[in-house]
């Protein structure tokens, strides 16, 4: 971060003394006023809920172009990563600042595979939940749950925990994810096998049974490899800024990514992946594609409350990146398993046609984002939909590791704690309950 060759002036209509802040400017995208004095110089907070025009940090790991569509993961275009990575070489990548070198590769993904079984008592906590309790509010349990076991690992200010810490979660949460879907199946858990690749370890875990080989089809392991290459990181959104926010108090890295598990849950964050598919089952059962126009309008509708989920994004002003390469991966699986006739993914596309050409979403720039196709290319591989969420922060715990190194190894962060206005009573006296 470097100051701006501009400074901002704020001035009072009032008659209040004029302050003068300073601008600074990254290596791309927009400058930013400094407004840590501004408290201190006028007595005044500045406002954003839901903090639409506030950066609350600087970072150098993942960068957004809203009204391009552009998606950099340090630097990288998530087309070229999508295509031409895997999902190990981005752990590399946004934990370490680069894309690993063939050794680099191989003993990072070494390290990550044997760092992938859980503590045998993990799996006495599933037992607690109902068989078919939610998979993210297991998974909210289980990876608080694994900071009891690490005690090795949580000094969140010792950068060799922090290291060791990001290894155990991108290598136990594939495990945890499979062990959640074993419980509500009512199968027995399947140990992970170290001769698989990540992806291909977690298809083994999730699908395989004690009872015979299970062969992992090289086309689902590389979809599914690159849907955790699309869902890794994503700059300062709900769930990161929940893990950065928790983590900013020094807790354990496990409970700050526990944190980010439950706020991605959100039907309005990650947990739109489950609520589309959901959406599209039940036009499917109204009717399909002969009743898009009907259900469009209850969209249109404010009153409705009905939202086209897996649409719109804070940022992306434009197609999301991630949903071109998604609707291409979902493509490319349906294809491979003889689906391309699937009726969602004919809805799906039937949706996004008639919505890209219709004033109420062109003029408010919704476009899909990630979690559009992501559900029905999961649904074809046999995921049930209730763990795609769970599948999603599987694939986002890197990016939330690598965000909150970030910020704990930045010499300058404080603990998070926002102000408000006060809207509330000014004091008053507590009468005696015989007068109240
Ligand atoms: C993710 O932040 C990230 O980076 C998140 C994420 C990541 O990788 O971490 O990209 C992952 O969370 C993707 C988003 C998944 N959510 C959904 O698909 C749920 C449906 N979409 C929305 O609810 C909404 O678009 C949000 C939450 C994604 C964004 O909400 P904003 O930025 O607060 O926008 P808004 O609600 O103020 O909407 C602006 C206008 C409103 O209409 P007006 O009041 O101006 O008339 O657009 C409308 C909204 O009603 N609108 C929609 C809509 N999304 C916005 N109308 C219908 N359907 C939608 N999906």
């Known amino acids: 971060m470097?100051?701006?060759?501009?400074?901002?002036?704020?001035?009072?209509?009032?008659?209040?003394?004029?302050?003068?802040?300073?601008?600074?400017?990254?290596?791309?995208?927009?400058?930013?006023?400094?407004?840590?004095?501004?408290?201190?110089?006028?007595?005044?907070?500045?406002?954003?809920?839901?903090?639409?025009?506030?950066?609350?940090?600087q970072s150098s790991i993942t960068y957004i172009d809203g009204d391009k569509g552009e998606l950099l993961y340090r630097g990288y275009p998530i087309e070229q990563l999508a295509t031409s990575c895997d999902f190990m070489e981005t752990c590399h990548l946004l934990l370490y600042g680069d894309l690993p070198n063939a050794d680099q590769k191989t003993k990072f993904t070494r390290t990550v595979t044997m760092h992938t079984m859980v503590n045998e008592q993990m799996q006495f906590f599933l037992r607690g939940f109902r068989r078919d309790a939610h998979p993210m509010a297991i998974m909210t349990g289980l990876v608080g749950a694994l900071s009891a076991f690490y005690h090795d690992s949580t000094d969140i200010?010792?950068?060799?925990?922090?290291?060791?810490?990001?290894?155990?979660?991108?290598?136990?949460?594939?495990t945890l994810v499979a062990m959640a879907?074993?419980?509500?199946?009512?199968?027995?858990?399947?140990?992970?096998?170290?001769?698989?690749?990540?992806?291909?370890?977690?298809m083994r875990m999730m699908f395989a049974t004690p009872c015979e080989d299970y062969h992992v089809s090289p086309v689902i392991e590389r979809a599914l490899d690159r849907i955790f290459i699309l869902h890794a990181d994503h700059e300062q959104n709900a769930s990161t800024s929940t893990v950065r926010l928790c983590g900013s108090s020094g807790t354990n890295p496990f409970a700050a990514i526990a944190a980010g598990v439950a706020c991605l849950w959100g039907p309005?964050?990650?947990?739109?992946?489950?609520?589309?598919?959901?959406?599209?089952?039940?036009?499917?059962?109204?009717?399909?594609?002969?009743?898009?126009?009907?259900?469009?309008?209850?969209?249109?509708?404010?009153?409705?409350?009905?939202?086209?989920m897996g649409f719109g994004h804070r940022v992306y002003k434009n197609y999301d990146p991630r949903a071109k390469l998604m609707q291409e991966t979902c493509k490319e699986v349906l294809q491979e398993l003889g689906l391309q006739n699937d009726p969602l993914f004919k809805l799906?596309?039937?949706?996004?046609?008639?919505?890209?050409?219709?004033?109420?979403?062109?003029?408010?720039?919704?476009?899909?984002?990630?979690?559009?196709y992501s559900g029905i290319v999961q649904r074809a591989i046999g995921i049930p939909v209730s763990l795609f969420t769970a599948i999603f922060a599987l694939?986002?715990?890197?990016?939330?590791?690598?965000?909150?190194?970030?910020?704990?190894?930045?010499?300058?962060?404080?603990?998070?704690?926002?102000?408000?206005?006060?809207?509330?009573?000014t004091q008053r006296d507590v009468k005696p309950l015989a007068q109240r």
């Open 2 to 57: 470097k100051l701006a060759d501009n400074k901002a002036t704020l001035s009072f209509s009032n008659g209040s003394p004029s302050v003068e802040l300073p601008v600074y400017k990254g290596t791309v995208g927009p400058d930013v006023i400094d407004i840590r004095k501004l408290y201190a110089q006028t007595g005044m907070f500045t406002y954003d809920p839901g903090f639409l025009s506030t950066a609350a940090t």
């Open 268 to 308: 309005a964050h990650g947990g739109a992946n489950e609520a589309c598919l959901n959406m599209l089952e039940d036009i499917q059962k109204m009717g399909g594609v002969a009743k898009v126009g009907e259900f469009m309008e209850k969209v249109k509708d404010k009153n409705s409350g009905v939202r086209l």
């Open 395 to 425: 694939a986002r715990t890197v990016g939330w590791i690598a965000q909150l190194n970030e910020m704990i190894a930045d010499p300058e962060y404080k603990i998070g704690r926002p102000r408000q206005l006060f809207s509330g009573s």
């Open 157 to 174: 200010n010792n950068p060799e925990h922090r290291e060791i810490a990001a290894i155990r979660l991108i290598a136990k949460m594939p």
């Open 348 to 372: 799906a596309m039937a949706l996004e046609k008639i919505a890209l050409e219709d004033e109420y979403f062109v003029s408010r720039k919704l476009y899909p984002n990630v979690d559009f």
């Open 181 to 202: 879907y074993k419980y509500s199946a009512g199968q027995p858990y399947m140990y992970p096998k170290n001769d698989l690749s990540y992806a291909g370890n977690f």
